[in-house]
């Protein structure tokens, strides 16, 4: 047997969901994990060490064909080290760097002519940036932390001070929607995307997604897609990364770059023939790309947040009575306050009554609504 | 947490497509394997234990709130001792019984009026039955194993020797096809089918299913459906069962039952909003059925057997570049010739199309073929 091992830094539910269609396809898949309880420890071989620390990832990528990564923490100083280590990873080091800063990431996408926000590195003096803006760390934030709004020079200097190291200042797009364009690129430069996805925020965490996203012309969902596959080409991209992008009347602007399988991507699983966790495998082994077609005209994926109902399993009695489409996914997370522990998609054709059952599915299941 | 823990006896390839459903529903599974390398054992949870041995079966059940099966070899004593122990198990001893045992099967189609083919219970002397006939073992058969023809009175008497054991005979059929129906059903009597399966069988092996058989007429169809309904009712199924049956002209016989996932509802993986594993964990659970719709006008799978490769990783590079749409799935299973290793889904409306393509592919991953 030659199928191939891939080890995944980080233990979420993104690793979760790859191990499906790594069983599928025989490959097999090992997490490194903070505890054994981590989310996708809990359904697939993993090892527990610390992703900071490179001597345990160079450890466990010892006996890993190709390394991959959940999320975006990992130092860059352990990737390379891994990189020179000899160890195979996707997306390299470079690219990588491009979901981790976001400074390196605007600078990027000025350099490939793409669509950038007005921007500017701010560490003290004065903002070239117009009042109200968004001002953010360069590094770690996600779900809306690290993303602050600052309405005066007074407001910026405390954030800055608080803070206490450089800011991204970014305009205040007045934004129609936001979008998310799934891409998936492989080593030898096959690259493919799905259809643009509408993402629905709330406090600064996506609360559902619309895919295709509805009110996006044709032409605008072309652009958007050019624009990913700049991106993947430009960056060198090996593996899926979702491209945020506002939608500002006929006009696109980035938002930003995740480079990996994302909450936005989630309905693929059963709203394409590939989902984008099967495309991070294929893309990264350097196997051919599936196709992304959908296989309804509509897919509504919902995320279940935390809130005060701890029992995820009763819920299932009421909404698969009422609705026997709904597909549920359980991250196996402790429940905590707006926390995502799971999502809810359905596929079909009339898409006002999908999103009613996917938002009636979530707020049900976080007990927002008692029937 | 309340999410139940499902046992199941078997760790092959069936345990091993429940544990996808499983995890997405956030139900524990675990299997009674026979050893670590089993397909399912390298995937989920699981116990090494011997499925015949009634001390290692009831251990296995303690800590479970259902046992389910995935084959049909654990004696009806076990399944009795199991129930008599306190456990919940699901199918229950007095419904399994019709997939481990012909004879009473065929009683009980008798008894429900549905349509077999004519059948007795021999144990030398004179055949009812007009030579040839269809002369099967009681119990332990599958994949044409424990199926012989017996052109005359003389090849009985030579049978029923080296078998010693009584025999069912049953009358040679000139069938025009053979189709599957799987039914679900629910401890509180909720039931639902998916459309019938055409099965392609060479040698006795199911090789290839097409869903919905295409040239089964709308009325044969809703009948076939009625039969499954009418058996699970009958034999107070809970879990998923597949009926199949022999298609003579416009009449429909009842060929055998398998309760438990079947490999003509394999398609329903990628083909159906619910496949028969998921409903197969609902069922058990007393959860509300899902929907057996399917996603695609049809959906074509066909069994890769061992061949001569033993590589099953490099066809990807060929398979997935010619195909995009193409479904893989592995068992783990050591290749053996004509050993059900894996199977491969595509779903679409071209269905010529799809047939060839999935032809193709089990060809070039067996090795019949090399471009």
Redesign the interface.
């Known amino acids: 047997?030659?199928?191939?091992r891939v080890g995944v830094i980080g233990a979420g539910q993104l690793a979760?969901m790859m191990?499906?269609p790594a069983?599928?396809?025989?490959i097999h898949l090992v997490a490194l994990a903070a505890s054994a309880t981590d989310s996708a420890a809990q359904?697939?071989e993993f090892v527990v060490g610390d992703y900071a620390n490179v001597e345990d990832v160079i450890d466990f990528a010892r006996d890993c064909d190709v390394i991959t990564f959940e999320h975006e923490l990992i130092p860059q100083s352990v990737i390379k080290a891994l990189e020179i280590s000899g160890a195979r990873v996707y997306p390299k080091s470079d690219s990588f760097l491009f979901s981790q800063n976001k400074v390196e990431m605007r600078k990027k996408m000025d350099e490939l002519g793409l669509p950038n926000p007005k921007w500017c590195l701010f560490d003290g003096g004065t903002s070239e940036i117009p009042f109200p803006l968004i001002a953010k760390t360069i590094s770690g934030g996600y779900d809306g932390r690290g993303v602050f709004v600052a309405d005066d020079p007074e407001e910026l200097v405390n954030l800055h001070s608080s803070v206490n190291a450089p800011l991204l200042l970014e305009e205040k797009l007045s934004f129609d929607y936001e979008i998310s364009v799934m891409v998936a690129r492989s080593p030898h430069g096959q690259a493919s995307t799905w259809p643009p996805t509408l993402t629905v925020q709330s406090d600064g965490i996506c609360t559902s997604t619309i895919t295709p996203a509805p009110e996006l012309s044709p032409d605008l969902s072309v652009r958007a897609q050019e624009i990913a596959l700049v991106i993947a080409q430009g960056i060198g991209l090996v593996g899926v990364m979702a491209v945020e992008i506002f939608v500002v009347g006929e006009t696109l602007v980035i938002n930003e770059l995740a480079l990996r399988p994302h909450n936005s991507g989630h309905w693929s699983i059963e709203g394409a023939?590939?989902s984008q966790f099967e495309q991070h495998l294929?893309a990264i082994l350097d196997?051919?790309?599936?196709?992304t077609?959908m296989?309804?005209p509509f897919a509504v994926m919902g995320n279940v947040l935390g809130g005060e109902k701890?029992?995820?399993?009763?819920p299932?009695?009421h909404l698969?009575?009422r609705n026997?489409?709904l597909?549920?996914?359980?991250y196996?997370k402790e429940v905590r306050p707006g926390r995502k522990i799971?999502h809810v998609t359905a596929?079909g054709s009339n898409l006002v009554e999908l999103r009613e059952e996917i938002d009636h599915a979530v707020d049900y299941i976080g007990g927002a609504i008692d029937e």
């Open positions: 047997m030659t199928f191939p979760r191990a499906v069983n599928d396809l025989g359904i697939c023939v590939t294929r196997l051919p790309l599936g196709s077609a296989v309804a701890s029992d995820l399993y009763r299932y009695l698969m009575a026997p489409s597909k549920f996914h359980q196996g799971g596929i």
